[in-house]
C-alpha cells in the first residue's frame, strides 16, 4: 500500500527545504552582484546591502558600448563552437569503432582513453607551450581549441562509448541487409538516435571551454583574443578602485552562459529522460 498524500508531503519537506536553501546560497550572490553593479563606489562603501540610490546604469551602458567586451564574448564564442565541433566530431567516431568493431587492443586503447581522465591539465601547461610555441599557434585560437578538444575527448568518448553499446545489434544487421555501410550506419542512424547523449556532451565541451581560463592566458598575449575569463580578469585589474564597475562587467559576462544554460537545460533533461530505442 502506498501511504497517505499527507504522510507523502510531510516526508518531502526536508527535500524542499534543502533545495530552496541551496537554492537561495546560488542565487543571492549573484542578486547582490547585480544590484551593486547600479551603484557607484561611494554608494557600496556606504550602502553596501541597501538599493542604489540614485541607480547607475552607466555601469553597464559602458560596458556595452565597449568594443572590447563584445571581441572577448565573440572569442570565447568561436573558440567554444570549434572545441565543441572538433570533440564531439573525433570522439563520436572514436567511439563508434571501441563499440561496435572487435579488434585486437580494443580494451586497452579505450583504457588508455580512460586514463586520460586522471590527468590534469595543470600538469601539461610548461610541455604545452613548449609544443605551441614551436607549431607557431600562440596568439591564434587553434592554440586553445587543439588542446582544449584533446583533453576534452576522454569523458567524451566515455559517455558516448557507452551510448553506442546500448544500440541493438539487430538494428545495425538489419541495416547491413538492406545495403548500409558501417559508415552509412553511423551517419543515418547511429547518430540520429543518439542526439540525446550527443547534445549532452556537447553542453559539457562548451561549458568547459567557455570557463576556461588558464589555457587562454597562456596562449593570447594579444587582447584581440581575450576570451571572457581572460577579459574579467584584465578588466579586474585596470578598474580595480572602481568596484562597482567590475561587478557590472561580472554580470555580463555571465549572460551569455546563464542564456545557453537556460536552452541547454532542456536538452540536458532530454538526454536523461529519453531512450535510445523503443521496446
Known amino acids: 500500500m502506498t501511504a497517505p498524500a499527507?504522510?507523502?508531503?510531510?516526508?518531502?519537506?526536508p527535500l524542499y527545504v534543502t533545495v530552496w536553501v541551496v537554492g537561495v546560497v546560488m542565487v543571492t550572490p549573484l542578486l547582490y552582484a547585480l544590484v551593486s553593479g547600479f551603484k557607484s563606489t561611494d554608494q557600496l562603501s556606504s550602502n553596501t546591502f541597501g538599493l542604489p540610490s540614485p541607480w547607475v546604469t552607466s555601469n553597464y551602458t559602458e560596458i556595452l558600448r565597449s568594443g572590447t567586451f563584445w571581441r572577448s564574448i565573440g572569442s570565447s564564442t568561436l573558440i567554444a563552437v570549434g572545441t565543441t565541433v572538433l570533440t564531439v566530431g573525433t570522439a563520436a567516431l572514436a567511439?563508434?569503432?571501441?563499440?561496435?568493431?572487435?579488434?585486437?587492443?580494443?580494451e586497452l586503447l579505450f583504457t588508455l582513453f580512460t586514463i586520460g581522465l586522471m590527468f590534469p591539465f595543470a600538469v601539461a601547461i610548461l610541455p604545452l607551450f613548449i609544443l605551441l610555441r614551436t607549431f607557431g599557434l600562440l596568439d591564434n585560437p587553434w592554440g586553445v581549441i587543439l588542446p582544449?578538444?584533446?583533453?576534452?575527448?576522454p569523458l567524451t568518448i566515455v559517455i558516448l562509448r557507452g551510448f553506442?553499446?546500448?544500440?541493438?545489434?539487430?538494428?545495425?544487421?538489419?541495416a547491413t541487409l538492406d545495403g548500409c555501410s558501417p559508415f552509412g550506419f553511423f551517419w543515418r542512424i547511429l547518430l540520429p538516435m543518439a542526439r540525446p547523449a550527443l547534445g549532452t556532451v556537447s553542453v559539457l565541451a562548451v561549458v568547459a571551454s567557455w570557463n576556461n581560463f588558464l589555457l587562454p592566458l597562456l596562449v593570447f598575449s594579444d587582447q584581440t583574443w581575450w576570451t571572457?575569463?581572460?577579459?574579467?580578469?584584465?578588466?579586474?585589474?585596470?578598474y580595480s578602485a572602481d568596484v562597482a564597475r567590475v561587478f557590472a562587467y561580472l554580470i555580463?559576462?555571465?549572460?551569455?552562459?546563464?542564456?545557453?544554460?537556460?536552452?541547454?537545460?532542456?536538452?540536458?533533461?532530454?538526454g536523461i529522460t529519453m531512450g535510445a530505442t523503443k521496446d
Open 228 to 238: 571572457i575569463p581572460v577579459g574579467v580578469q584584465q578588466y579586474q585589474g585596470q
Open 6 to 13: 499527507p504522510r507523502r508531503r510531510l516526508r518531502s519537506v
Open 164 to 174: 553506442f553499446r546500448e544500440i541493438p545489434g539487430e538494428l545495425e544487421e538489419a
Open 95 to 106: 567511439s563508434f569503432a571501441l563499440a561496435r568493431f572487435v579488434f585486437r587492443g580494443r
Open 148 to 153: 582544449q578538444a584533446a583533453f576534452g575527448l
Open 252 to 270: 555580463l559576462a555571465m549572460v551569455p552562459a546563464l542564456a545557453f544554460y537556460a536552452v541547454a537545460e532542456r536538452q540536458l533533461i532530454g
